[in-house]
């Protein structure tokens, strides 16, 4: 059988194949997107606490020394200390903001600190 003779057979399963396969990835693709979805509906609301810990008190006044000095060196450290600070109560929003700002720090600091090594 060349290779003329088997594209012209017919087999049913063939018009099912591709329209299965785009069904399946289409299916894929929801399940994935919707995953975000339902975590973050079925995830029970964050109150906010003013109260600040003894080490979330020692984080805030770390940040807040390093950032005014620009020490830039000083971050990791830094970012340990504020994570620590936000694992011994997460509903600081203090903290959980200068944690962000840390890393969002990192972040934009990070190609001029490449360029001046």
Request: aromatic share 12%; hydrophobic share 45%; proline share 5%.
């Amino acid at each position: 059988m060349n290779a003329i003779q088997r594209v012209r057979r017919f087999s049913p399963l063939m018009l099912l194949a591709r329209p299965l396969a785009w069904g399946a990835m289409l299916f894929t693709a929801a399940t994935l997107a919707g995953c975000g979805y339902f975590a973050v509906m079925f995830t029970p609301e964050k109150q906010a606490s003013t109260a600040q810990t003894p080490r979330a008190k020692e984080a805030d006044e770390y940040f807040w020394r390093t950032l005014h000095a620009g020490k830039y060196d000083e971050l990791t450290p830094l970012i340990t200390a504020l994570t620590a600070a936000y694992l011994e109560n997460p509903h600081d929003a203090t903290i959980a903001a200068h944690l962000g700002f840390a890393h969002i720090w990192r972040l934009s600091e990070r190609n001029r600190l490449a360029r001046d090594a």
